[in-house]
T-cell receptor, first 115, second 112 residues
Framework: GAVVSQHPSRVICKSGTSVKIECRSLDFQATTMFWYRQFPKQSLMLMATSNEGSKATYEQGVEKDKFLINHASLTLSTLTVTSAHPEDSSFYIC???????????FGPGTRLTVL | QKEVEQDPGPLSVPEGAIVSLNCTYS??????FMWYRQYSRKGPELLMYTYSSGNKEDGRFTAQVDKSSKYISLFIRDSQPSDSATYLCAMSRGNAGNMLTFGGGTRLMVKP
């Protein structure tokens, strides 16, 4: 199956700093990528839809100025958590839509801990 | 009421058992249905996807969709301890890659 990578897999940062998470589709092109967050023992919550070359579409309740998304190429989308606070600590997962098959594949996730 | 309902479990079965996992949904606009497997602290892995009603089989896994009842199932035959994970159903209105609506996930434990 298609491979989606995320980097870093784990990050610990101090409150007030910004953290960038990368999502890459390794063997296919993805015009659309999605960013989710997942709290322990809960399902995935869609944060935003990222389309290559255009602005991301954010779900209700997600602050676009806090969670900056850039989808500069067909294989890379980034999520930047700005001025992170402890309540932003979560598991962030991206997925990429394979344009040739319209199937969505998930990355391994990034665990963010804000102290 | 959530759009997609899924029993959180945990569901505990002995090795070799047939496992039945289910989801119900309320939105008749859903056309594509998927099952993902998620191990602890890992991203979800696509297991099966189907379009509209019917059955689809892949190895030990069988997915069933009954749109008239708004009910989908995933069957796992000859379950193995390595099948122990959380299983998430997901569905979308458009093609298989459009925005997904997830169930809450069912935690499955297969005991040797």
């Amino acid at each position: 199956g298609a491979v989606v990578s995320q980097h870093p897999s784990r990050v610990i940062c101090k409150s007030g700093t910004s953290v960038k998470i990368e999502c890459r589709s390794l063997d296919f092109q993805a015009t659309t990528m999605f960013w989710y967050r997942q709290f322990p023992k809960q399902s995935l919550m869609l944060m935003a839809t990222s389309n290559e070359g255009s602005k991301a579409t954010y779900e209700q309740g997600v602050e676009k100025d806090k969670f900056l998304i850039n989808h500069a190429s067909l294989t890379l989308s980034t999520l930047t958590v700005t001025s992170a606070h402890p309540e932003d600590s979560s598991f962030y997962i991206c997925s990429a839509q394979d344009s040739s098959t319209d199937t969505q594949y998930f990355g391994p996730g990034t665990r963010l801990t804000v102290l | 009421q959530k759009e997609v309902e899924q029993d959180p479990g945990p569901l505990s079965v002995p090795e070799g058992a047939i496992v039945s996992l289910n989801c119900t949904y309320s939105n008749s606009a859903f056309q594509y249905f998927m099952w993902y497997r998620q191990y602890s602290r890992k991203g979800p892995e696509l297991l099966m996807y189907t379009y509209s009603s019917g059955n689809k089989e892949d190895g030990r896994f069988t997915a069933q969709v009954d749109k008239s009842s708004k009910y989908i199932s995933l069957f796992i035959r000859d379950s193995q301890p390595s099948d122990s994970a959380t299983y998430l159903c997901a569905m979308s209105r458009g093609n298989a890659g459009n925005m997904l609506t997830f169930g809450g996930g069912t935690r499955l434990m297969v005991k040797p």
